[in-house]
Each structure stands twice: as C-alpha cells, then as structure tokens.
Nanobody
C-alpha cells in the first residue's frame, strides 16, 4: 500500500507564490520518477514537472522560469515552488510516483489564482 499525500495548495493573487509538497508513504520498488500534474476545469490533466531519481528535471513550457521542482535526497518527497502565478495556473495539482512496476497518484490539492 502506497499513499501519495500533497499539501500546500490554496488561494493566491496573481503574481503571488505557493509551495506544494508531496510525500509518498509505504513500501514500493525502487523509485524512478516523481512528477507534478495539474488539471484545470474542463481540460485534460497535463504534466507540469517531472523529477527523475537520476537528477533530471523537466518542465512544461507554460511554467518554465516560474516554477521550480525539487526533491529531497534519499526520500520519496518532491516540492513545487510556484512564483509569478497566473489565473491560468488555477487547477488541481496532483503528485505522481512511478516505479519500474507500478505508478501511484495523489488525490490532488487545489490551487486558485484570483484577485
């Protein structure tokens, strides 16, 4: 049993910042990748950032230069520092964990950017 727990969402004004956290609890095979996805109302879920255990981090073009993903060495924990937030960043943000044999999703945390 693996639980993925996100935290840190909320309401913020345009131009503001938020920091999301994600931790995986439970037993699983070696970690391959953790990622942040988001899904806005009426839209498909899209990748925001991918954090590979080897160290590579990839970003969606829409967040490059504004969001920074990071991981905690030796732990299945990732963060997403979001700055210069825009109304179009409003979405439910999900954490994703991939191992060589399984993948897992968190329940999501709501981020709302509005004045």
């Amino acid at each position: 049993q693996v639980n993925i727990v996100e935290s840190g969402g909320g309401l913020v004004q345009p131009g503001g910042s938020l920091r999301l956290s994600c931790a995986a609890v439970g037993s699983f095979a070696s970690l391959y990748m953790m990622a942040w996805y988001r899904q806005a109302p009426g839209k498909q879920r899209e990748v925001v950032a991918e954090v590979y255990s080897a160290g590579t981090i990839n970003y969606a073009d829409s967040v490059k230069g504004r969001f920074i993903a990071s991981r905690e060495d030796g732990k299945p924990t990732v963060y997403l520092q979001m700055t210069s937030l825009k109304p179009e960043d409003t979405a439910v943000y999900y954490c994703y964990l991939q191992t060589p044999v399984n993948d897992y999703w968190g329940r999501g945390t709501q981020v709302t950017v509005s004045s």
